[in-house]
């Protein structure tokens, strides 16, 4: 109790966000490789919340960004522990999204709890599940138990939820494509089988009397939630883009390189 006390003491500025954006409609940018068909300046008529990667493209900046969720626990250390290998050592990752992140000094960036002595701006907001680490939607509370910290994913819905959003528009969320699109917009294609299984289900099984969702697609597919594709969305065509159009060269490298030395699990350049 006494621990939960001090950990849940950083929690309590987050207060101000509670509800602050009552019955208004954002977008979630998810990372998926549908974001290479899609430009950014369609999506400015609401305030977004961006997940993971999303600083990283370099469109970001045309987005009406109110949150930028980054939930994976002691991700802005010099040391971390490789989820792929299970050992400490150096993150090679972590400069990369320190620089990008620095580009946007007035950001509100929401993290895991852990990292609280790696803060990459001032404007850092901090995230804990104080041990409900199974998703409930019950338990989105911005300055104590939040345990929507499963994933970017997770964690941006549940920010929706917790800011008073009444309508979340999910756009680059592939996986909840039926089947399932595979792939990021900074990585090479990638392709797979869907088995049928989602593991996103039990999120938007959860959260369905708290929030309505809906999906944006690249084309028109069957989907999860209610989803419309881009062109009728927008209005607009799709135009494809690589990755080396949307992601500087430079952070492709250290991505291709994390990728090389086993701290990344998608490659991101072709084979030399």
């Not at 607009?236 to 430079?250: A, D, G, H, L, P």
């Given at each position: 109790?006494?621990?939960?006390?001090?950990?849940?003491?950083?929690?309590?500025?987050?207060?101000?966000?509670?509800?602050?954006?009552?019955?208004?409609?954002?977008?979630?940018?998810?990372?998926?490789?549908?974001?290479?068909?899609?430009?950014?300046?369609?999506?400015?008529?609401?305030?977004?919340?961006?997940?993971?990667?999303?600083?990283?493209?370099?469109?970001?900046?045309?987005?009406?960004?109110?949150?930028?969720?980054?939930?994976?626990?002691?991700?802005?250390?010099?040391?971390?522990?490789?989820?792929?290998?299970?050992?400490?050592?150096?993150?090679?990752?972590?400069?990369?999204?320190?620089?990008?992140?620095?580009?946007?000094?007035?950001?509100?960036?929401?993290?895991?709890?852990?990292?609280?002595?790696?803060?990459?701006?001032?404007?850092?907001?901090?995230?804990?599940?104080?041990?409900?680490?199974?998703?409930?939607?019950?338990?989105?509370?911005?300055?104590?138990?939040?345990?929507?910290?499963?994933?970017?994913?997770?964690?941006?819905?549940?920010?929706?939820i917790a800011l008073g959003f009444e309508k979340a528009?999910?756009?680059?969320?592939?996986?909840?494509?039926?089947?399932?699109?595979?792939?990021?917009?900074?990585?090479?294609?990638?392709?797979?089988?869907?088995?049928?299984?989602?593991?996103?289900d039990q999120l938007i099984d959860d959260c369905s009397?708290?929030?309505?969702?809906?999906?944006?697609?690249?084309?028109?597919?069957?989907?999860?939630?209610?989803?419309?594709?881009?062109?009728?969305?927008?209005?607009?065509?799709?135009?494809?883009?690589?990755?080396?159009?949307?992601?500087?060269?430079?952070?492709?490298?250290?991505?291709?390189?994390?990728?090389?030395?086993g701290q990344y699990h998608s490659p991101i350049l072709?084979?030399?």
């Open positions: 109790m006494i621990l939960d006390f001090f950990l849940s003491y950083p929690l309590k500025k987050n207060a101000s966000f509670k509800g602050s954006f009552q019955g208004k409609t954002c977008y979630i940018f998810g990372n998926g490789s549908s974001l290479k068909n899609m430009c950014f300046s369609h999506f400015r008529d609401h305030p977004t919340i961006g997940i993971n990667h999303i600083v990283l493209h370099k469109d970001f900046n045309l987005l009406n960004t109110c949150c930028y969720a980054f939930p994976e626990p002691f991700s802005f250390y010099y040391y971390y522990k490789n989820p792929y290998k299970k050992k400490y050592e150096i993150n090679i990752l972590n400069n990369l999204f320190r620089k990008e992140i620095s580009k946007f000094p007035n950001l509100n960036l929401f993290t895991s709890l852990s990292n609280i002595f790696s803060a990459p701006i001032k404007n850092t907001f901090f995230l804990h599940h104080f041990g409900k680490r199974k998703p409930d939607s019950e338990f989105l509370n911005l300055c104590s138990e939040f345990s929507y910290m499963s994933g970017g994913l997770y964690t941006g819905i549940g920010l929706a528009i999910l756009v680059g969320c592939d996986y909840l494509m039926m089947p399932k699109t595979y792939g990021h917009f900074y990585s090479q294609p990638k392709f797979g089988e869907d088995n049928g299984i989602n593991p996103y009397s708290k929030i309505l969702l809906e999906a944006i697609s690249d084309y028109p597919t069957d989907c999860r939630i209610h989803c419309v594709d881009y062109e009728t969305y927008t209005g607009s065509s799709i135009k494809y883009r690589e990755n080396t159009e949307i992601v500087s060269n430079e952070n492709l490298l250290i991505l291709n390189k994390a990728y090389e030395i072709p084979k030399q």
